[in-house]
């Protein structure tokens, strides 16, 4: 699962810091006047501002899992998701752009919308679950089509974010013309507006990412969030009223007649233009940038919660500490044109260059456990990678917007969303092409030379607009050359550099790398062959990893009494799907998320009983949870390969709902059999605890390592088993598990549900709401559960 929720990061762009917005001329030239202005207005709006840019983020992480518990976490999943969104936050920003103009109480405003926000918010779940219902309907009898399953992912997920998505957008134009209604020194203002909301989008980041999910679920979180936005509408709508009451009282009727005033030159149209498809290119560039650069990232840090909680709070940083950077700028008397053609070109070189940083730094350090209650090193290294992009891109942003709206133009407002929009519409475009075009067809390394291109293609369209045409020529030709010998010199193969460092003296046999994951093959100096996926240890094909993968395909199908259908969640190696795929007589469906690994597993057919190629087996690329609701087919057994619940995205595939849907898609006396992972004890009794709640007659097999559920008492067949074992076929593949017969596959059973029921105890359950271990982020995890208490008499399981 590769949680690709860190390129909604454009939602958080810098919006403009203007030079000075149309006042009245009385007010420029009084400074008296200007001083009347209510004192407290602009903390009063900064404090309100951050607790929106935090709810924004937290909203963003619930809205996109509860999404992709209907929708799955395939990239084409999520990138849909993604589009929907930003075309909603596009399409707030340009309506409340038109509309703020015509408004003499934008704060007023402003508070309507935050209360807006934190109603919808709340009957969010709701909408999920209509949608989820629409959804099971429609693919109920959908042909099998990528394209046509995006369509409807796409309509529903617009159905979903189009109003909180719109109210979200609406804010920025509607603060900004809060920020700076009657005020002076517009540019310092505004900036530290936009660094106010930043730092509340980062908090809000942290918080959702290490306490809020994981600590008091999605439900809550709904409802904390959304008291926060009702709060603050509020307030903003109070304030309004109180500093509408004191300007009636102490300002004169404005002058009609207004001015501008503008910190730089003014901007021909020819240019403004230029800049305003400059800006709809920057957004393309920096979605699909972020979806590439988080691509690589999973290759150099863990996939957890917490790994990609870090980063996106680190991009977000970047970008509010070039806007930093940039508000000193905009008050001086710089050539604005030059020196943002300057900044895109410099982007450009910087962005090929960041994973060689990344390359480097990382065969640096030591590699330091997610379990240290320090930073891992590797996560210091990612962060300084991509830092130089984000902040130059956050200084690009408010010097393109004051270009944009230094015109003379009294349309602030609107003007802002028009730049917003098309920005964001570019990041729109920029989700749906990587995740759809440029990584499956050309990889990370070719589609990061070609967004960097795109950068190089932005700088030279700026500079082309100066009037000096020696500036021009110099400014093109030394981005150009920058740009090629960064090309040439400094954009590695991520992949190779990781598994250089990471795998040193293993030969690679086989690698392909593809949108979901990237998966390689290599062989050991002691001849065993392994499969990594995200140079992660995946599958071996050594003995141990064998008989034990192996086991958790065969303990089903020798459990149930005459299987003729079968489900495997995931792939990897292929052994577990091998060994259900053995049994004479079964069908078997296997749902993996990657293509790349279905290829992958054929380097094992010698373990795996050549399974992708079987004539008895289906292999589905699509998401396993996905598959299961959606489905309408009754399976006699359901088992999956091992899955690690702390991944990020897992938590969909632990969770009572998760078992409801594999129960429901039982046959009346089939099995389901899941892998329990025993490093950590409250882990392992929270797992078990949340599988009783699903199957509360489930038991306890080989040890205490597999959970078998049943919608009734499980009961053994000798009789089965001995016809099972009399097809040659299917001895030979129970054999391969150590089940010779009856007393060897008693043999296996570890306890009865009463045994482990006394075993965990009353507690917390595994949910879709509180996915807990996902979202934990426990220093110490080297404490085993003592298993010596869960033994059971195996006549619990014998016919009565």
Known sequence: MRT???????????????????????????????????????????????????CGLVYQQLWARLLSLVFGVTVYALATVLASFFAGLALGSLLAGRLVDRTRRPMHWYGIVEILVGGVALLTPAAVAAVERMYVGIADGMPD????????????????????????GASLPIVVKSSVLRSTGLGERVGLLYATNTA???????????????????????????????????????WSRRVERERDHTLPPPVPRTVTVSPGPAVPQRVRRVILVVFGISGFVALALEIVWFRVLVLYLESTTSAFTIMLATVLFGIAAGSALGAPLMRRRFDWLKLLAATELVLAIVTLVSLELLAQGYSQVDQVSLSN?????????????????????GIAFPLGMGLWVADGSDETGERVGAFYSVNVAGGILGSLVAGFVLLPALGVRTSLVVLAALLLGCGGLLAWSLAEPRTRVAFVATGVVGFVIAAVVAVPDPYAAVLHHRYPGERVLWQEEGVQTTVSIHERPDGVRVMYLDALHQANDGPPMVAFHGLIGTLPMALHPEPRRALVVGLGGGVTAGAVSAHGGVEVDVVELSREVVHGAEWFAHVNHDVVDRPNVDVEVDDGRNHLLVTDRRYDVI????????????????????WELARDALTSDGVVL??????????????????????????????????????????????????????SETRAALAASGI????????????????????????PLLTDDRPQIEFSHRPDRDDPPDLAELRGDAVEVLPR
């Open 145 to 168: 089509s990528v394209a046509l399953l995006t369509l409807i992912r796409l309509v529903l997920s617009l159905a979903v974010f189009v109003i909180p998505a719109t109210l979200l």
């Open 373 to 393: 209650h320090a930073i891992p090193p590797t996560f210091v290294v990612s962060a300084l990678a991509i830092l130089p992009t984000m902040v130059l891109m």
């Open 639 to 658: 088992t999956a390969d091992v899955i690690q619940p702390r991944h990020a995205g897992a938590g969909k595939l632990w969770s009572v709902e998760y």
């Open 674 to 727: 899941q892998w329990i992972p025993s490093e950590h004890a409250p882990d392992y009794r929270l797992i078990m605890r949340s599988f009783l709640e699903v199957f509360p007659n489930a038991t306890l097999w080989a040890g205490g390592s597999l959970l078998v559920g049943s919608r009734e008492p499980l009961r053994l067949d000798r009789g089965a088993l001995e016809r099972k074992l009399a097809d």
């Open 4 to 54: 690709l929720r860190l390129e909604e990061l454009c939602r958080y762009a810098p919006p403009a810091m203007f030079a000075m917005e149309d006042v009245p001329r009385s007010q420029v030239s009084t400074p008296s006047r200007a001083g009347r202005e209510p004192r407290m207005l602009l903390a009063g709006l900064l404090g309100l501002f951050f607790v929106t840019g935090a």
């Open 200 to 238: 509340g989008a980062i908090a809000g980041t942290l918080v959702a990412g290490f306490w809020l999910i994981g600590a008091i679920g999605l439900s809550s979180s709904f409802r904390l969030t959304a008291a926060l936005n009702l709060a603050v509408g509020a307030l903003a709508i109070l």
């Open 740 to 763: 010779t017969s009856f007393e060897s596959l008693l043999g296996l059973y570890t306890a009865g549900p009463a045994e482990m029921r006394a075993f965990v105890g009353s507690g």
